[in-house]
Structure formats: C-alpha cells, structure tokens
C-alpha cells in the first residue's frame, strides 16, 4: 500500500491481559520501527526491523514486549500482561533505506488503553 | 535517551506571524527531521536537513541546522490556523554495530490563533 496501516486504531485492555497491534508498512519498504507516545509527549523507540529481522530492540522493555515482522504477513507489536503504565498510542513507520535518506512515513497509530 | 529537545514548549501566535522552533542535541547526527502532528494523528513528514547542510527551504518553512552547536530551528512564515499542530524534531544516528535510531524531542505545541 501507500501508506503506513495500523489496526486497531483504538484497543482498550483490562490489566494483565494481553494487546496485540498490527502495522503494514509501505509496499517496498524494508524497515520497520515501532514507537510508543504517552499523553502526547514525547516518541519513546522501541524496536526496529530489517525485513523480518531485529535490527534493533534497545527500546524494547525486557519482559511483556515482543515483536515480529514475518513475510507477507503485518507486523505485529504484542504486550503481554498489560499494564495501567502501557497506556499509550504506538506509532508504527516504514522507511525504504535506512542510509541515504531514511524518510520515515508514520501510521495513524493505535491508542492503547489499560484499565 | 531523549535526543532532541525543542523549545519552546509551547507557542502561540497571531495568523499571519511567523513561528520559529528550536531543536538541541546531544550526539552526532547524520540528518534531522520535523515532523508535524495534529492532535490525536499520526505524524507528518515536514523536511528533511543533511547534517552537511546548514538551510533549507520548503515553501514555508525553512529549517537551519548548526552542528557546531548541535541545533536545528524550523521557521513557518505568514503562519496559519491550519499550521496548529505539536511539532517534533528527529535526529537520526548511526550507532555501534551499523544500529540505526530515530530519536524524537519532546515537541513544540504551536496555536495559531485566526
């Protein structure tokens, strides 16, 4: 597609189960990142892909977190054991070429809510 | 780690005037990015600046970056009500190990005022 896709645009949890969040990038495009905003502030990253390959999780909390960018398939952000904390809205981007000019387009994102 | 840090905080300002923005940081760059969001939207690609190039101009913004001095300003001239939007600046580096990061600031909230 031409643009980023992010589903749900909303997603409200009880705590401790479990939020799944999908993104399909831009057709041809090759990197992946995923961000987490809280209250509108400011853009936490949180893991980048290469294909389907990690290409860095520094920003992924250690536990609950995980994610996946498998072939012909959305990527997908996955929080298990949600927390009041995880209320944010996760932005997923797309970028063709991380060198040269790495234009990163963003999706709409999906507000998650934990209650 | 927070990167970029723009200030002010908050504006607000007359149709007609111009905004400017600014972006600090703290690490080698390769390039910096505004973004513009609209309330409770995604983000909007603004400009891109080359960390080789001090100006640049898009209708009506022009960004500067000084890397001497580690920042970036946006200006918006003959500004609009329809240029209300949090505007974010975005660092990106390359660090160890070929890694790659987009660091975002925390936003510069900009009410125009019809």
């Known amino acids: 597609g031409e643009e980023v896709a992010q589903t749900p645009k909303h997603l409200v949890r009880g705590e401790g189960q479990k939020a799944k969040l999908y993104c399909a990038p831009i057709?041809?495009?090759?990197?992946v990142f995923w961000y987490q905003q809280v209250l509108k502030n400011e853009f936490k990253f949180l893991i980048s892909f290469q294909n389907e390959n990690v290409f860095d999780e520094t920003g992924m909390p250690k536990e609950r977190f995980s994610a996946k960018c498998l072939p012909n398939s959305p990527c997908s952000l996955e929080i298990q054991a949600t927390k009041l904390e995880d209320s944010a809205v996760y932005f997923c981007?797309?970028?063709?070429?991380?060198?040269?000019?790495?234009?990163?387009?963003f999706g709409q994102g999906t507000r998650l809510t934990v209650v | 780690s927070q990167q970029g840090e723009e200030d002010p905080q908050a504006l607000s300002i007359q149709e007609g005037e111009n905004a400017t923005m600014n972006c600090s940081y703290k690490t080698s760059i390769n390039n910096l990015q505004w973004y513009r969001q609209n309330s409770g939207r995604g983000l909007v690609h603004l400009i891109l600046i080359r960390s080789n190039e001090r100006e640049k101009h898009s209708g009506r913004l022009r960004v500067t970056l000084d890397t001497s001095k580690k920042s970036s300003s946006l200006l918006i001239t003959a500004s609009r009500a329809a240029d209300t939007a949090s505007y974010f600046c975005?660092?990106?580096?390359?660090?160890?190990?070929?890694?790659?990061?987009?660091?975002f600031g925390k936003g510069t909230k900009l009410s125009v005022i019809p």
């Open positions: 057709k041809g495009h090759s990197y």
């Open positions: 981007a797309s970028s063709q070429s991380q060198k040269g000019v790495p234009e990163a387009f």
């Open positions: 975005a660092t990106t580096s390359y660090s160890g190990a070929g890694s790659y990061q987009l660091t």
